[in-house]
Structure formats: C-alpha cells, structure tokens
C-alpha cells in the first residue's frame, strides 16, 4: 500500500521493462487452482507473508523468460527476505538500484483497509482517497482478504522484520524516498535516478566499444560503506551474520568485478571500547579471518 504498484507502472511505461509483481504471480497461481496456489491462500488468507522457497521459485522461473532477458526487470515487493535476498546473490542476480518507498504506518493501514480490488480491470481503487468512477465499476468492486485491520497490521510488523534484515545485502544500491507524497512528485525523483543508471550504462557500453576501461569515479564518490547492527547486537554469532556476511559479499563481488581497491567503512559510534572490549574483539577476530581468506587466495589485503 505504499503506492509501489502505481510507480512500478509508471516505471515500465517509460522504460518498457518487465514488471514482475509476486504478488501478481501469487493471486495468478492461487485463481488457477494450482498446488502452490493452495499452498499459498492458506498464508494469505491468514495475513501470513508465502514461505520464501514458493516464492522464489515462481520469481527465478518468470526471470529466466525470454521477454525478460532481452527488455530487463523490475522486481516488484521482492526480495522481502533474508534468504529470499541470498537466494537470488546466489544466483548472481542483482538489480541496478533498490528503491525504498517510505510511508509512515496509519497512512499505510488506512490504505490498505480502504483500498478495493476492480476484478476486470484490475484497477485498484480507495473508498475515501480514489473511489470508482460510477456506479457500475462500484457495484462490482471487491476486497483483498487480508486487507482486514488486523491482518494488515500483523503484514506491517512481519514486513519491517523482513526488511531489516534485507536493506544490508542492497546497501549500496539503496535510495529511501518519501512516499508519502503526490504520485507525480515521486516518480519525478525515481526517473532522476533511473536516468543516472542508463546514463552510466551508456557510458560503458560505448567505452567497452572504444576499448577503454570505464569511469568509476563517480561510483567511488557514491559509496556509503557497509552499514552494521552492531549498537543493538549482543551475541557474536549475530555480529557475524550482519558484519562478516555483509563484508565477505561485498569483497567478493568486488573481485568478481576485477576490482583493485575495496574500501569498507566501519562506522559504529555508540561503540564503548571500555564496555565492549568482547564486542570489539569479534570484530578484529573477523576482519582477520577476512584477510586471511583472500591473503590465501593471492590478493593482497591491507588491514
């Protein structure tokens, strides 16, 4: 309900990519009546988010079409996991940018249990802010099952849990923006940044032709570091998953890259080095064990 539909549409009348909702995937699969249809409207039936091996599977299938290869994707509400997010660096597949549309929480309720599904056209409307044309269209207007009160409210914890634990593998590719404003204000701001993504595309493509190594200075000034979770984690098997995973990624994908130079900051400012020797030690601990790694592997590492 944060509006990410109607942007999505937008995006794809401008640049013609394939738009690839799971939620579209889901509702097609639960109205054709197949095994992982019904698996699926049990969850949601329930307000319950699809297990993430479900989904994954229908999102990679629709990603390895034809159509997609040649026009390129637009993931429409995924990764919306941790491990649906793993599952596709597994892969190799990665976005260009990941967008983050903001919106605070009674604006989000309010537009859920207010928001009406036209089941011929598949237009969605809101009996308050953007009801239906006439009476016709009204008649025939009809209501998502989990878009009850409750059932939003439990999706709305279950998806900031879930997305916590995703922003860190799309760090560098994240850009927040407010959507609490008109629809035209923000896709204004997402064109912008889409137009970046194919200036710098057209960039390299022409320099790959002229056999010249591309500029990556831009890039370098854009870099925001790795950001960590370690002010509120107190065990060190979960400073390894948000430190470690997230560092060992991003260097491997910086090799992979054929990058010389990988710079990680590491800013954690409410860090007490009195109170949290134990803390501090896990991180050199690991920064070691990450050096290592790639010393072994014949890549010089400065720690």
């Given at each position: 309900a944060s509006g990410k539909g109607t942007q999505c549409r937008m995006i794809v009348e401008k640049y013609g990519l394939v738009h690839i909702s799971t939620g579209d995937l889901l509702r097609a699969e639960v109205s054709s009546g197949t095994?992982?249809?019904?698996k699926a409207k049990e969850y949601m039936d329930n307000g319950m988010l699809v297990p993430d091996q479900v989904v994954t599977d229908m999102v990679v299938s629709r990603l390895s079409?034809?159509?997609v290869r040649?026009?390129?994707?637009?993931?429409?509400?995924?990764p919306r996991s941790y491990a649906q997010a793993q599952s596709l660096e597994s892969m190799k597949i990665r976005p260009d940018i990941f967008i983050l549309l903001e919106v605070p929480d009674d604006n989000l309720i309010d537009r859920c249990v207010g928001r009406r599904l036209d089941p011929v056209t598949g237009k969605i409307y809101h009996v308050k802010n953007f009801p239906p044309e006439n009476e016709e269209i009204s008649a025939r207007l009809t209501t998502r099952s989990d878009d009850t009160f409750e059932k939003v409210k439990s999706r709305l914890e279950t998806y900031k849990q879930n997305s916590e634990a995703v922003i860190p593998t799309y760090s560098d590719l994240l850009n927040q923006i407010d959507g609490n404003r008109p629809v035209e204000v923000i896709f204004h701001e997402i064109e912008s940044m889409l137009q970046k993504i194919c200036t710098n595309a057209s960039e390299k493509k022409l320099a790959k032709a002229n056999g010249k190594p591309p500029d990556t200075t831009a890039s370098k000034k854009e870099w925001r570091g790795i950001p960590t979770r370690l002010n509120n984690i107190p065990h060190s098997r979960e400073i390894r998953k948000y430190f470690y995973d997230d560092v060992i990624q991003a260097t491997k994908r910086a090799?992979?890259?054929k990058k010389t130079r990988l710079q990680i900051d590491i800013n954690i400012p409410e860090l007490n080095p009195e109170m949290d020797v134990y803390r501090i030690g896990t991180l050199m601990e690991l920064v070691r064990d990450l050096s290592l790694t790639f010393a072994d592997d014949g890549k010089r590492v400065k720690g």
């Open positions: 095994d992982i249809g019904k079409q034809p159509d040649e026009r390129g994707w637009l993931l429409d509400g995924y090799i992979e890259d």
